[in-house]
């Protein structure tokens, strides 16, 4: 089953084909990490969510109590209340005239869409590769999680061609940004930890954000600064999504180790962010 | 009605939440303009379909007299096949599962959709004002026209706040791409025609193909060419587009005529290509 517009329906044929979301890729999205029954760092994506429908001016009223609850309802009809799952909640413009001018706020009718699905256990280590597709700082359709998806699409089918797990992006200058679905970090020889600053069209990403915290809390110098592609090569990587945690990686044929007691720490530090954030969501409701 | 994977339907809720061009924009499109039931150019914008979908690997096997046949039935029974008309031809990857990876190619399960709407009449001139979002040259959205247009419906919300009818977009350099769904040229004092190559980020319009075929055959000066803000201030423009077809424009409150012999002389050659391009159609079935 799937939540569409306040209503609990049997997955199948059901988005409007006037859908601005189907037609111009005008929505948002947040997939979301859930553990029986209940999504994790919840607060964050929908704090991200909003800053996206301010943005693009989508006036869809969802609150977190609401997601929580929706969620909760979804995984139950679907029997994933219990272990890992991944919820995706897409929200669009709604439906409209034909071209680009949206309708005036007051009319406009925008789609909710929950869906939920069983998640399997993260990989223990991936291989990476720097692929062509690029991504440009610039655009909104980088600084948000909107549904202009397709150049992240190519840049994981060209991995998937060299066998790789993921494909790290590079932007417009030809400098490191960001996996097509997580978040890149690079364990320096000197224990020093960096990853590039949402201005070089990185999506900020929810984990990413945990990492930085927990990082600073616990006294681990971390920088936020441009990577050039080369400081990638021999060196232990870790990559960070919802679904996936905190997870080393290496590039290609690289034989960097990503056997590291600081990614083993903050790996750890990420599962106490989870479980905390989990319990506490368990204590709100 | 519209007609949807080999069937016509009635509109209403019709589209899998599972599509990727919903969840990723993974798809394409094509906006053709439709006279008394016959689609203009349509051995174009087949053709630039069929590029795009070869650049992204979905084998979706569309030919072009069995779009014409779609098309003249979908207006017939919109009580379109009179005047003018414009019809949107939309093609995704299809249903997929959770995430980025393609279903594998023989998998895959193509979405068609043809919609067809009545189609007013164009303005005589259109005022335009450059804008802050930006096009990436090197994008694939930039050059296939994808379902990723969220950056120009935000470049066309901004020609809206301001009162203009379209948005001039710069590239990723700052120098000038196309507007939000139309060519752009320009008419130097002297005659000569500039108008950007397709590198600098500019979707390849089949109005804009037209027109260079046009003036290289009637002799008219006509350069692709990177073109700098500062060259569009007090210039006669133009744009083209499937839809508008060849109209006159100005910037802001430029005080630049739109009326120009050579303008005139464009028009009429679009006017008589177009004529051919229906009556050969006409012709052909």
Redesign the interface.
């Known amino acids: 089953m ?1 939540w ?1 517009n306040d209503a609990f329906v049997e ?16 929505g948002l ?1 947040e997939t979301l990490y859930v553990e029986d029954g209940r999504p994790a760092f919840l607060n964050a994506h929908s704090a991200r969510l909003q800053g996206g429908l301010n943005e ?2 989508i006036n869809a009223d969802i609150g977190v109590d609401f997601i929580a609850k929706v969620i909760a309802d979804l995984a139950m009809r679907n029997n994933l209340n219990k272990g890992r799952a ?1 919820a ?1 909640l ?1 929200v669009t413009r709604g439906s409209g ?6 309708p005036p706020a007051g009319e406009q009718r925008p789609t909710r ?1 929950l ?1 939920i ?1 069983k998640a399997r256990a993260p990989a223990s280590e991936l291989r990476l590769v720097i692929c062509a ?2 991504r ?1 700082s ?4 980088s600084r948000f999680k ?9 840049a ?2 060209e991995a ?1 061609r060299e066998g790789a797990d993921e494909a790290i992006m590079l932007n ?1 200058h030809g400098r490191v940004a960001c996996a ?2 997580a978040n890149l970090f690079i364990i320096e020889d000197g224990g020093d930890i960096i990853t590039p600053p949402v201005e070089e069209g990185v999506l900020p990403g929810v984990v990413r954000g945990v990492i930085i915290s927990a990082a600073l809390r616990e006294g681990i110098a971390i920088e936020e600064r441009p990577v050039a592609t080369e400081e990638l090569m021999g060196k232990t990587l870790f990559l960070t999504n919802s679904l996936i945690g905190v997870i080393g990686a290496r590039l290609g044929d690289e034989r960097a180790s990503t056997v590291s007691p600081l990614l083993d720490f903050l790996q750890s530090c990420y599962a106490g962010a989870l479980r905390n954030d989990l319990v506490a969501f368990r204590g709100d409701r």
């Open positions: 799937i569409l997955e199948g044929p059901s988005i409007d084909p006037r859908d601005r979301g189907f037609l111009l890729g005008d999205f693009l001016g991944a995706r897409t005239q034909r071209g680009l001018v949206a869409l869906t699905t597709t690029r440009f610039r655009a909104t359709s909107t549904l202009n998806y397709l150049d992240n699409v190519l994981r089918n998937a417009e097509s679905a």
